[in-house]
C-alpha cells in the first residue's frame, strides 16, 4: 500500500475529534470538581455551623461574667459615689459654717469703722471749731496791733 500523505482535511477531523475528546474529559473533570468542591462545601458549613454553635455558646458564657463583673463595679463605684458625695457635703457644711463667720465679722468691723469713722468726723470737727476760734482770735490780735502801731506811728509823726 502506498503511503498516502495527510491531507488538510484529514488533519482538521483529527484536531476536531481530539478536541471533541479533550472537551468531553474536561467537562467530566469539571463536573467530578463541582461535586468534590459541593461535597467539601457541605462539611465546611457544617463544621462553621457547629462552630458558631460553641462560639456562640462561649460567648453567653463570656456575656453571662462580664454582666456579673459590670453589676459589682457598678455597686462599688456607687458605693464609692456615696462616700464621696458624703465627704463633699460635710466640707460644703464646714464652708459654709466658715463664711457666715466671716460675714458676721466683715458685719462687726464695718460696724466698728462707721463708729470709728463718726468718732474721728466729731474730733475734726471740735478740732476745726477750736482751730476756726483760735483764728480769728489771732486775727482780732493782729487787727489790735496794726491798729497800736497805726497809732503808735501816728504818735511819732507828730
Do not use: P
Amino acid at each position: 500500500m502506498a503511503e498516502r500523505g495527510l491531507e488538510r482535511k484529514d488533519l482538521e477531523e483529527i484536531f476536531t475529534g481530539f478536541e471533541k475528546r479533550q472537551d468531553e474529559k474536561l467537562h467530566a473533570l469539571e463536573g467530578r470538581m463541582d461535586g468534590k468542591f459541593q461535597s467539601l462545601e457541605g462539611r465546611m458549613d457544617e463544621k462553621l455551623y457547629a462552630l458558631e454553635g460553641r462560639m456562640d455558646g462561649k460567648l453567653q458564657a463570656l456575656e453571662g461574667r462580664m454582666d456579673l463583673k459590670m453589676n459589682g463595679l457598678e455597686e462599688r463605684v456607687v458605693n464609692q459615689f456615696h462616700i464621696i458625695s458624703e465627704g463633699l457635703m460635710d466640707h460644703i457644711k464646714l464652708l459654709s459654717e466658715g463664711h457666715a463667720g466671716i460675714v458676721a465679722r466683715l458685719d462687726r468691723m464695718e460696724k466698728e469703722n462707721e463708729h470709728q469713722h463718726m468718732e474721728t468726723r466729731a474730733l475734726v470737727k471740735l478740732s476745726f471749731s477750736e482751730l476756726d476760734r483760735r483764728l480769728t482770735d489771732l486775727e482780732s490780735q493782729v487787727k489790735d496791733l496794726q491798729d497800736w502801731r497805726k497809732q503808735v506811728e501816728a504818735r511819732l509823726r507828730t
